[in-house]
Structure formats: C-alpha cells, structure tokens
C-alpha cells in the first residue's frame, strides 16, 4: 500500500503545478461523488470539502495549510476517482471498499484540517454577504 501511495503522491506533486489538471481532476471528484451509493454518506460531505479545500488553495484563496499536506489530499483523491486500484471500482460493492477505507483515514487524519476550512469558507461567505 505504501508503495501505491507513494506513487500517488509523486503524481499529485506533478499534478499542483497545473490549474487545468487540479481542475480535471475535482470535476471527476464531484462526479464520482454524485454517483456514491449510501455506503457513502457518512463520508460525502467531507469529500466534497476537501475538494473544495483543493480548489481554495489551488486559486490562492486558501493558505491555512501546508503544500505537503494538499498534496496528501490530492493523492488521496487521484485514489478516489482512479478505478483501477488495490481493489478494482467495477467489482461490485467490494470495489469500493479499499477507497472507503483510504479516504475514511485521510478524512480522520485530516479532520481538524477539514473543520478550519470550513469556518474559513463560513467566514469568507459571511464576508461577502455583509
């Protein structure tokens, strides 16, 4: 696994330079993510923040995180929306199991990363709104 992982962060490093490619790669991220089955539900919502975060910080807007970190997150969400992985995404049911579990930890791991951005993005909204 970590050697996948490893792969996936090398990609997501080459993947931050290019705003079309982040860009590709979070439509794909919410595409897949209205195509999630209920398994899912605990889960996306936060999938969809950090993809939101992503965007952020790829504009400049978002800088409450560090490079290293939005490059775990983008490998994470390469893991998500690449079918062939550990466990192929066209077995059913149990195809979806290894992106669960990848994206359950980084959502665990990253959760206080998750929370800051979304009070930034409640505040930014407020902002504009006033």
Do not use: C, H
């Not at 090398?10 to 209920?38: N, P």
Request: net charge negative.
């Amino acid at each position: 696994m970590q050697k996948i992982f490893d792969t996936l962060y090398r990609q997501a490093e080459r993947l931050i330079s290019s705003d079309t490619l982040v860009s590709k790669l979070l439509d794909t991220v919410f595409l897949k993510v209205g195509e999630l089955t209920d398994d899912w539900y605990k889960l996306q919502d936060s999938i969809i923040a950090l993809a939101r975060m992503v965007s952020a910080w790829a504009k400049g807007d978002y800088k409450n995180i560090s490079t290293s970190s939005i490059i775990a997150v983008i490998a994470a969400l390469i893991y998500f929306v690449n079918p062939i992985d550990l466990i192929p995404d066209f077995i059913p049911v149990i195809g979806q199991i290894d992106d669960i579990i990848v994206l359950g930890y980084l959502i665990k791991k990253w959760n206080k990363e998750i929370e800051r951005f979304m009070a930034w993005e409640a505040a930014q909204q407020a902002s504009q709104t006033s």
